[in-house]
């Protein structure tokens, strides 16, 4: 089942892979560099994703912020987080959420098997209200299966998606489109299953139309790969299907 719902780094024409040493390197000279966006917001903060933004976050020097819902689950943050408690289907919490923030990741839970509009609601929120701030840079998990993408796919997990997730799938969809038609600078990551583990910094991404096996990746490489798109430019745009 997907658990989304809770080298070198160049282009080819076939999918490519991130080698651990240059991703320390660089990423290395970025923080000290290069960092253009410092300030950063999680949605989702409280989530099994969405904490090991947090985590990497800090420790990779950004000054984070968490919209978080429940007081209780906020309890959970580690040291360091800005939190804020409110409800992200709220646009004045979002709006404040936002205030002096360079940039968003969005790691929103839906509602498991039932049928939800969560991720849809809460994104368009959050590209409103960004928009109205004048802010670009938005970073976006989905989940693999969606449009062309569904190629990264064995026949087995399409039946599971296409049956057992429709709902889930359709939310992710709708919030794909939002975000597509946002006229920010948007990268999103497209997970198959979401399995806990170390980083590896050790993954594959893909483009929709190429050749491409999504099996799973460990959360923390998913939001290992989400906060080098915080300052790597060439992915902006782009839709990515990331696999061990």
Known sequence: MFMCFDSIYEWNTKWFSVSESTVLRLGRHMMSDSMKHKNIVIFGGTGQTGMELVRQGLTAGYNVRV???????????????????????????????????????????????RDSTTRTTITKIIVEEMQKQSIQRLIVCSVVGIGES??????????????????????HRNQEDIVKNSGLDVVVFRPPQLVNGEKT??????????????????????????????????WLGSFLSISS
């Open 67 to 113: 919209l978080a819902r429940s007081p209780e689950k906020s309890k959970r943050l580690p040291k360091g987080v800005d939190v804020q408690i409110g409800d992200a289907t709220n646009p004045d919490a979002v709006s404040a959420a936002l205030q002096n923030q360079d940039a968003v990741l969005c790691a929103v839970g839906g509602q498991g098997l």
């Open 150 to 171: 569904s190629s990264h796919l064995g026949w087995f997990s399409r039946l599971v998606t296409g049956f057992f997730l429709k709902h889930a799938m359709a939310d």
């Open 201 to 234: 910094e050790s993954y594959n991404l893909a483009k929709a139309t190429e050749d491409f096996s999504a099996t799973k990746v460990c959360r923390a490489d998913v939001a290992h790969a989400m906060i080098r798109a915080l300052e790597e430019d060439t």
